[in-house]
């Protein structure tokens, strides 16, 4: 593959992070594949792109941060991120990132989105990455990188992205419930540690987020819950620790948001 097309980078010091950006910047192939391993505990300063970023997390999880939300990529998903938003990143594991950069005009989501890769796409996406050694034409090129295009559109959106509110009192409470986010928690407590009524406080919720607390706060014992799962620890400490009864009411949880359930997911897609 034309190298203009392909960029295999190591394990970089965060130093060089910049350097591959602006080897994103000055590229004109209209489909960019780059490979990339990161540390557990690696965190990506903000920055943003002039193109569409499609980031799959190939193996380990990833928390990404834009100014309006959080945002999940598990193993076997994947963020899209429209043009010139503005992201950070912290790998919650180490990660083996496979990221694809297009035109903005030819992905038109104006907001992020964590997609479930199918195995179509993610051999797609394995054939444009390559190996360095691999020979390919540029009619095979060509033809994988519009069959992607075709096929990211497809692909099923996961709720794992967790907005976050402007409103400096409610993100407050938002960041101390990610440390420690809890299924039993009530809008009650919420107003009344906010001062105002249950009824401005699901409007102001609303408002600030796009979503209902409810599901904000499932999101978020979803949020904290990955990591653990991802390095090993027991389910039934976990659905317990989120305020779970049982571990079938957090398996019905997770099915529900994630399509599978934890004693396989992870496993199955990171495999």
């Known amino acids: 593959m034309p190298e203009s097309r392909r960029n295999h980078l190591p394990q970089l010091p965060d130093a060089d992070h910049f350097r591959s950006l602006e080897w994103i910047e000055k590229a004109n192939a209209p489909v960019l594949a780059i490979g990339k391993d990161y540390g557990s505990g690696l965190k990506v300063p903000p920055h943003s792109h002039s193109r569409t970023q499609l980031w799959w997390a190939r193996h380990g999880v990833v928390l990404v941060h834009t100014p309006g939300g959080r945002w999940m990529i598990p193993p076997g998903h994947a963020l899209l991120i429209p043009a010139g938003t503005e992201h950070s990143a912290e790998m919650v594991s180490d990660v083996r990132m496979h990221s ?98 249950r009824r401005s406080f699901t409007r102001l919720f609303r ?7 409810v599901t904000w706060r499932q999101q978020a014992c979803i949020f904290g819950s990955l990591p653990r799962i991802a390095d090993g620890e027991p389910i039934i400490a976990v659905a317990l620790d989120a305020g779970y009864e049982n571990v079938a009411a957090f398996t019905t949880m997770f099915r529900r948001m994630l399509g599978a359930p934890p004693s396989l997911y992870l496993r199955g897609q990171s495999g």
């Open 100 to 197: 694809i950069y297009i035109s903005a005009d030819a992905s038109p989501a104006d907001r992020p989105l964590v997609l479930e890769i199918t195995a179509l796409v993610a051999s797609l996406i394995d054939a444009l990455v390559g190996a360095e050694s691999e020979e390919s034409s540029e009619r095979r090129e060509q033809l994988i990188m519009d069959l992607l295009l075709a096929e990211i559109p497809r692909l099923a959106e996961r709720p794992l992205g967790l907005p976050f509110p402007q409103n400096q009192r409610l993100a407050s409470l938002c960041r101390q419930f990610l440390k420690a986010p809890s299924a039993t928690a009530t809008i009650d407590q919420w107003a009344d540690r906010m001062g105002i009524s």
């Open 207 to 213: 408002q600030e987020t796009g979503i209902s607390f």
